[in-house]
Antibody, heavy 121, light 113 residues
Framework: QVQLVESGGGLVKPGGSLRLSCAAS????????MYWIRQAPGKGLEWVSY????????DYANSVKGRFTISRDNAKNSLYLQMNSLRPEDTAVYYC??????????????WGQGTMVTVSS | DIVMTQTPLSLSVTPGQPASISCKSS???????????LYWYLQKPGQPPQLLMY???NRLSGVPDRFSGSGSGTDFTLKISRVEAEDVGVYYC??????????FGQGTKLEIK
């Protein structure tokens, strides 16, 4: 079935780095825009980043711009988020998600279960 | 940035009774293509969010027809005609007119009386 599975979360000190991965299955990964969305403990949802089908377009929330880098490998059906210069306020569950419709930047219809990132000394 | 404001922030409903959640955006969500890019999500306890409605009133496949969405411009509503126990969770509206920046409402927590 259609599935997204995140990995790579964990505990990291302020200023440290982490790389999140998202493995996709059950659909043609290369046909869909992909996203990262996060949710701080007990808080609401915040869009973090998006990447187009062929990686030609990416963008970031202002809160992570210049520190996070999104990428994808269509041959491996995988999405990544490289997170550098981490801050305590980056502590959150990070979800990867798929666009609702093929070939377009759209709402998110499939979400992974999320991976927890904790930034603390 | 477009600000999405939901009311109420919490809701307690008796099973079988209706429920309504409002979402107001700080700018019109009507795109030049004629579509309005307003989505509704439900996050059940311990789960990731799930998409319920897209473009205001289109139910995703598998979403019960007791859920309906309406509105235009800056004012939107999600209605549940008869609340069931499985509907508990936090409901979020989201806009995508000003891509690539997506913004969510604060969330409305629905609980059963």
């Amino acid at each position: 079935q259609v599935q997204l599975v995140e990995s790579g979360g964990g505990l990291v000190k302020p200023g440290g780095s982490l790389r999140l991965s998202c493995a996709a299955s059950g659909f043609t990964f290369s046909d869909y825009y992909m996203y990262w969305i996060r949710q701080a403990p007990g808080k609401g949802l915040e869009w973090v980043s998006y990447i187009s089908i062929s990686s030609g377009y990416t963008d970031y929330a202002n809160s992570v711009k210049g520190r996070f880098t999104i990428s994808r490998d269509n041959a491996k059906n995988s999405l990544y988020l490289q997170m550098n210069s981490l801050r305590p306020e980056d502590t959150a569950v990070y979800y990867c998600a798929r666009s609702l419709r093929k070939y377009r930047d759209d709402g998110f219809d499939i979400w992974g279960q999320g991976t927890m990132v904790t930034v603390s000394s | 940035d477009i600000v999405m404001t939901q009311t109420p922030l919490s809701l307690s409903v008796t099973p079988g009774q209706p429920a309504s959640i409002s979402c107001k955006s700080s700018q019109s969500l009507l795109h030049s293509d004629g579509k309005t890019y307003l989505y509704w999500y439900l996050q059940k306890p311990g789960q990731p969010p799930q998409l319920l409605m897209y473009e205001v009133s289109n139910r995703l496949s598998g979403v019960p027809d007791r859920f309906s969405g309406s509105g235009s411009g800056t004012d939107f509503t999600l209605k549940i005609s008869r609340v069931e126990a499985e509907d508990v969770g936090v409901y979020y509206c989201m806009q995508s007119i000003k891509l690539p920046l997506y913004t969510f409402g604060q969330g409305t927590k629905l609980e059963i009386k």
